[in-house]
């Protein structure tokens, strides 16, 4: 039977209890309503996915090497809210108490930490299950790496990437160049979406092959926009590409989860979380 490890997208989680969650204070009068969603959220993630390995990648600030490519890469972003930046080191501590290991590095992303241990991961013969719901991560599917899906509690595979783009996930990140991503600030090729992104890289397989091909392009304004914006599509490619060769610890067994239950208990409590004690007791085996 294969081992397996499990990658956590720790930023989109904060983010997801954050605006999924009504505002709480603890007893100190501090704001942790989406530390008690994320704690929730842990819990259950151990309770499902049982793993060798188990991580939670976070980011570490704005600022990324992906910056340095394009000064306005997610400039158009608000600030993060000031009550989710106090919660932030809670979340922290919540993982320390729990025992769950965090991956983060100063320039990167918490997709290119994913990324990273995913290839490393599956070299050394692990089953990879990352957990999110980030498109961005699809590029990363293979026979080895999986996403499961904690929304749709559903996981996917390549067929799945296939079936939902229309592109292999190795094609992933020219079909996310192509089209551009506003929510990141990426520009893409102006009037290419889906359909036309997946068209193209069916027929021309990669970026190379569409540039290799362009007169064979029929229309005249995407095959216009495609020899224009030549420069900004490969910007965008790179934006898009994850980083999967970072410098992390070579010792991947660092990313064994301790299930401190003392720990876990005295965290939950110092929050009045209340109902979150049980949870964590009866996962542990303690009730």
């Not at 420069?231 to 010792?251: F, G, H, P, Q, R």
């Amino acid at each position: 039977m294969n081992r397996l490890a499990a990658l956590v997208d720790g930023s989109g989680f904060m983010y997801r209890a954050y605006y999924g969650l009504p505002p709480l204070t603890n007893s100190c009068g501090q704001p942790v309503g989406a530390v008690y969603g994320f704690c929730s959220m842990l819990i259950s993630l151990l309770e499902r996915h049982k793993s060798d390995l188990f991580c939670v990648a976070l980011d570490s600030g704005r600022r990324t090497f992906r910056s340095e490519i394009y000064a306005e890469y997610k400039a158009n972003r608000d600030e993060t809210p000031p009550d989710l930046k106090l919660q932030f080191p809670l979340m922290k501590e919540a993982c320390a108490a729990f025992g769950i290991p965090i991956v983060a590095m100063v320039g990167f992303e918490a997709d290119d930490l994913i990324a990273t241990y995913a290839r490393k991961l599956s070299a050394q013969e692990y089953e990879v299950r990352i957990i999110s719901c980030d498109k961005d991560l699809m590029q990363l599917v293979d026979d080895r790496v999986h996403i499961f899906d904690p929304l749709k509690f559903k996981i996917v595979r390549s067929e799945d990437v296939m079936a939902k783009y229309g592109v292999f996930p190795s094609q992933m990140a020219a079909f996310q160049a192509l089209m551009g991503d506003p929510s990141d600030n990426i520009p893409g090729v102006q009037g290419i979406g889906p359909k036309t992104a997946s068209k193209l890289l069916n027929e021309f397989q990669t970026l190379e092959g569409i540039y290799r091909n362009i007169d064979q392009i029929k229309r005249q304004k995407i095959r216009e926009n495609l020899i224009n914006q030549k420069e900004a599509l490969y910007m965008s490619l790179k934006l898009v590409t994850l980083a999967n060769d970072i410098a992390v610890d070579e010792d991947l067994h660092s990313l064994t989860v301790g299930n401190n239950y003392d720990r876990g208990i005295d965290f939950l409590n110092s929050h009045n979380f209340d109902s979150l004690v049980d949870r964590w007791a009866k996962f542990l085996g303690k009730a």
